[in-house]
């Protein structure tokens, strides 16, 4: 493979500096355990690919399942004892016993697809937008159990009260001078965190975005500082093991790429860098990264092979000094981010996707800003992720991700790519195979593919019963 593909780190669009963008891995500590079992969006495929915890109702309407066939074999055979039944035995066992296993078939495909990994971003720099009780609706039909604001709007806050959904919320750019005194980050926590705690489970704040590496070249200074401020407002408060504090980065952080067990940080960005990865390492919080393979293609189609972006079968690319074969974009950049932490001395901090995602639509120069392309790389990501493999370099640590976005965003600045990267229209229509169809954000339309279609199987199985029994 040529050096050209990853050779330093790949340019990242600078706008995506001024707005959040982009896990479960920012859960407060007592839900490590949580962590490492919970799967989460799914994109592509013909199965159902749902966000969420692993529900077991499913499993035990298996279960049920398979024991009621058992029943209902013994049942029918005793029919064969009344001649005047035994006509009409064979055909109600043959008609009970087809559905039952249908239904075993699909009750099985609700279980494995409550088993990824995987986060959704939920942006709103649109003016077409459903307002935030409705995409809570939306959400609980796809069973999306983590989200990523990048505010803490109230609204969205409020209309997600008493559900399942983890929520990260964000710190935005602009306050980051003001967050350096530790009595404003208290009052920004007391305000904006601290009165949905009881019915809203945040579990993060992101402290600004793709800070270092940026176009203001004023605002590192302020990073770590109110990384500091707002962790010891949670400590006053005590909320410090219920929330996480955390910074994502773009990859404009990194100096080399490639090889990945060559990566490195800037040397200019590295005065910020250390007192940031000694903080994390104190607080046990992850280093956020986020991740776009797309630029690498778009920025160089001629030498960056598209198959190896987008997950698809490839010969790969070999790191000289370790032999590890990297068969796509995505794992050797998040190597290399491991390198560099390492490189500085701090090798138990954990690395995770913040944001990750691929555009459906371009301008002419941004190659393969394609619909088809968006859905191969959902779709393949997703697939990785229900293997919770490692990286190459890391195989041991599964790769926690969250995928950008939910929505496409009409109002977001920049070329076309970067209005066309939701996985929804706002009307709820998918931008290409999902696997799961939303058909309204009414409430009285909602659906879900967990309990309440186990709470079907039952109730299915009962009729069956009753028409056996009638028979």
Same mark, same amino acid.
Not at 85 to 114: C, D, E, Q, R, Y
Not at 211 to 233: C, F, N, R, V
Not at 323 to 330: A, F, G, I, S
């Given at each position: 493979?040529?050096?050209p593909?990853v050779? !330093?780190a790949? %340019?990242q669009?600078?706008?995506r &500096?001024?707005?959040? /963008?982009g896990p479960k891995?920012?859960?407060?500590?007592?839900?490590?355990?949580e !962590?490492?079992?919970?799967?989460g969006v799914?994109?592509?495929?013909t199965?159902?690919?749902?966000?969420?915890?692993p529900?077991t109702?499913?499993g035990?309407?298996?279960?049920?399942i398979?024991? #009621?066939i058992s029943t /209902?074999i013994a049942?029918c055979n005793?029919?064969?004892q009344n001649?005047l039944?035994?006509?009409?035995?064979t055909?109600t066992? &043959?008609?009970?016993?087809?559905?039952l296993?249908?239904l075993?078939?699909?009750t099985?495909?609700f =279980?494995?697809?409550n088993a990824?990994g995987?986060?959704i971003?939920y942006?709103?720099?649109?003016?077409?937008?459903?307002?935030p009780?409705?995409?809570?609706t @939306?959400?609980?039909?796809?069973?999306?159990?983590r989200?990523?604001?990048?505010?803490?709007d109230p609204?969205?806050l409020?209309?997600?009260?008493?559900?399942?959904?983890e #929520?990260?919320?964000g710190?935005g750019?602009?306050?980051l001078?003001?967050m350096?005194d *530790?009595?404003?980050a208290?009052?920004w926590?007391?305000?904006k965190?601290?009165p949905?705690l009881s019915?809203?489970?945040?579990?993060?704040?992101?402290?600004?975005n793709?800070?270092?590496?940026?176009?203001?070249?004023?605002?590192?200074?302020?990073?770590?500082?109110? @990384?500091?401020?707002m962790?010891?407002?949670?400590?006053?408060?005590?909320?410090?093991?219920?929330?996480?504090?955390?910074?994502?980065?773009?990859?404009?952080?990194?100096?080399?790429?490639? %090889?990945?067990?060559?990566?490195?940080?800037?040397?200019?960005?590295?005065?910020?860098?250390?007192?940031?990865?000694?903080?994390?390492?104190?607080?046990?919080s992850?280093?956020?990264?986020?991740?776009?393979?797309?630029?690498?293609y778009?920025?160089d189609?001629?030498?960056? *092979?598209?198959?190896y972006?987008?997950?698809?079968?490839?010969?790969g690319a070999?790191? %000289?000094?370790?032999?590890?074969?990297?068969?796509? @974009?995505?794992y050797a950049?998040?190597?290399?981010?491991y390198?560099?932490?390492?490189a500085?001395n701090?090798?138990?901090?954990?690395?995770q996707i913040?944001e990750t995602?691929? %555009?459906?639509?371009?301008?002419e120069?941004e190659?393969?800003?394609?619909?088809e392309n968006?859905g191969i790389y959902?779709?393949?990501?997703?697939q990785r992720?229900?293997k919770r493999?490692?990286?190459?370099?890391?195989?041991?640590q599964?790769?926690?991700?969250y995928?950008?976005?939910?929505?496409?965003?009409?109002?977001?600045?920049?070329?076309?790519s970067?209005?066309?990267?939701?996985?929804?229209?706002p009307?709820?229509?998918?931008?290409y195979?999902?696997?799961?169809?939303?058909?309204?954000?009414?409430?009285?339309?909602?659906?879900?593919? &967990?309990?309440?279609?186990g709470l079907? =199987?039952?109730?299915?199985?009962f009729?069956l019963?009753?028409l056996? @029994?009638i028979?």
């Amino acid at each position: 493979m040529k050096s050209p593909l990853v050779s !330093r780190a790949t %340019p990242q669009l600078s706008l995506r &500096s001024t707005i959040f /963008t982009g896990p479960k891995f920012c859960q407060g500590k007592k839900r490590e355990s949580e !962590r490492l079992g919970e799967k989460g969006v799914g994109v592509g495929g013909t199965s159902p690919i749902i966000l969420s915890k692993p529900d077991t109702f499913p499993g035990n309407a298996a279960h049920f399942i398979i024991h #009621f066939i058992s029943t /209902t074999i013994a049942i029918c055979n005793k029919l064969t004892q009344n001649p005047l039944l035994h006509s009409l035995k064979t055909h109600t066992m &043959s008609t009970i016993i087809s559905t039952l296993i249908l239904l075993l078939i699909l009750t099985g495909s609700f =279980v494995a697809t409550n088993a990824l990994g995987v986060g959704i971003n939920y942006g709103q720099i649109a003016n077409n937008l459903p307002p935030p009780s409705h995409v809570s609706t @939306m959400l609980k039909s796809l069973n999306i159990s983590r989200v990523k604001l990048y505010d803490a709007d109230p609204k969205v806050l409020g209309s997600f009260a008493n559900s399942n959904v983890e #929520f990260i919320i964000g710190l935005g750019n602009e306050y980051l001078p003001r967050m350096q005194d *530790p009595q404003e980050a208290q009052i920004w926590i007391q305000q904006k965190v601290q009165p949905y705690l009881s019915q809203t489970k945040i579990t993060c704040i992101t402290v600004g975005n793709e800070i270092l590496g940026g176009q203001d070249s004023q605002l590192p200074q302020y990073l770590y500082p109110a @990384m500091k401020a707002m962790y010891e407002a949670l400590v006053n408060l005590g909320l410090h093991k219920q929330v996480y504090i955390t910074t994502a980065h773009s990859l404009q952080i990194l100096a080399t790429s490639f %090889p990945p067990s060559q990566g490195a940080f800037r040397e200019d960005l590295v005065q910020f860098l250390q007192p940031i990865l000694a903080f994390h390492a104190q607080t046990n919080s992850p280093f956020l990264i986020n991740v776009y393979p797309y630029f690498a293609y778009k920025n160089d189609p001629n030498n960056v *092979p598209l198959e190896y972006v987008l997950f698809e079968p490839n010969s790969g690319a070999i790191d %000289p000094n370790t032999n590890l074969n990297y068969d796509n @974009m995505l794992y050797a950049q998040i190597d290399a981010v491991y390198s560099a932490i390492r490189a500085l001395n701090y090798g138990g901090i954990r690395v995770q996707i913040s944001e990750t995602g691929w %555009p459906s639509k371009g301008d002419e120069n941004e190659f393969g800003a394609t619909v088809e392309n968006a859905g191969i790389y959902h779709k393949n990501l997703i697939q990785r992720m229900q293997k919770r493999e490692g990286t190459p370099a890391n195989p041991s640590q599964p790769i926690d991700i969250y995928v950008f976005a939910l929505f496409n965003e009409n109002m977001k600045p920049g070329p076309t790519s970067e209005r066309n990267y939701g996985l929804y229209y706002p009307n709820g229509t998918p931008v290409y195979n999902l696997g799961v169809q939303v058909q309204s954000y009414l409430p009285r339309m909602q659906f879900s593919a &967990s309990r309440k279609n186990g709470l079907c =199987v039952y109730n299915l199985l009962f009729l069956l019963i009753g028409l056996l @029994m009638i028979a």
